[in-house]
């Protein structure tokens, strides 16, 4: 199976940066996507940015020109580097992996990890 380990969040002045990092582990054959979501208090989680293969990426709207995903494929990890930080940011940030496995194609969450960005 596939292990998400993220980090990297915390509590951050509107103005500042904060990255994130998620680690996937396990029996990986080949990653589809590693992508990273996030959910604030009473909204849905949406998709903040998708990293695909080939170097593919799309943003939200809310986040372009602000936040940068990367992927380390020797490591598999994913980064999210967030500038300009609003505190409309304040959210949980999950990391989502879809890939294949030992066990076939699968998609995985992380734990989530803690984004408080302050006025």
């Known amino acids: 199976q596939v292990q998400l380990v993220e980090s990297g969040g915390g509590l951050v002045q509107a103005g500042g940066s904060l990255r994130l990092s998620c680690a996937a582990s396990?029996?990986?054959?080949?990653?589809?996507?590693m992508d990273w979501y996030r959910q604030a208090p009473g909204k849905r989680r949406e998709l903040v940015a998708a990293?695909?293969?080939?170097?593919?990426?799309n943003y939200a709207d809310s986040v372009k020109g602000r936040f940068t995903i990367s992927r380390d494929n020797a490591k598999n990890t994913v980064y999210l580097q967030m500038n300009s930080l609003k505190p409309e940011d304040t959210a949980v940030y999950y990391c989502?992996?879809?890939?294949?496995?030992?066990?076939?194609?699968?998609?995985?969450w992380g734990q989530g990890t803690l984004v408080t960005v302050s006025s």
């Open positions: 396990g029996s990986i054959f080949s990653i589809n996507a």
């Open positions: 990293g695909g293969s080939f170097g593919s990426t």
């Open positions: 989502n992996f879809r890939g294949r496995t030992i066990v076939g194609y699968v998609e995985v």
